[in-house]
């Protein structure tokens, strides 16, 4: 895979208008290269671990970079990690700096797996990516996951695929 690159986003199917149905061909046991890649990173609020004001932050996010014109419709990657039971973080793959948000970047490899169930079952996928970089013989450098659909869409399509990352 070509540096900065992520499997295309495939919208073609979208029943609601928010999330399209995800497609998840060609992101199982990829490997993502990232040089330097444009994130903006967002944070939200979290009671052991359920996210408190996360609809209010990707709103804001989402506006800004549509406002910016910083996404390859076709690009679309959001990486979310646990900080603490209290707080997650928020990677939004962008094309330029987008104003009013702090921007990042990334460098490293990041293997993927796609899961299937409901987000209780992260605990358990988050040990599962630890033992794919463990088997690879690589140690985990991090760990995030790309949920795909929001839950309202997830129960209009009728599951839930999450996309796990593991930096390796």
């Not at 060609?26 to 903006?40: E, I, M, P, R, S």
């Not at 707080?87 to 104003?99: G, I, M, S």
């Not at 140690?139 to 995030?144: C, L, T, Y």
């Amino acid at each position: 895979m070509q540096t900065n690159r992520i499997p295309d986003y495939d919208d073609s199917v979208n029943l609601t208008g928010c999330c399209a149905r995800f497609n998840a061909a060609g992101w199982d046991d990829q490997v993502l290269h990232f040089k330097d890649k444009l994130f903006v990173r967002a944070t939200t609020v979290s009671l052991a671990h359920v996210p408190l004001n996360m609809g209010k932050v990707f709103t804001r996010v989402l506006e800004h970079i549509a406002k910016a014109d910083a996404q390859d419709a076709h690009q679309i990657l959001v990486m979310s990690r646990a900080l603490s039971a209290f707080q997650d973080e928020h990677l939004f793959a962008v094309t330029k700096p987008v104003p009013g948000e702090e921007m990042t970047t990334l460098s490293g490899d990041f293997v993927t797996k796609v899961f299937e169930g409901p987000y209780s079952a992260v605990g358990q996928w988050h040990k599962d990516m630890l033992s794919l970089a463990k088997a690879m013989g690589k140690p985990a450098k991090s760990v995030a996951f790309y949920y795909t659909t929001c839950p309202k869409c997830a129960n209009v399509y009728g599951h839930n695929p999450v996309v796990g990352l593991v930096e390796t």
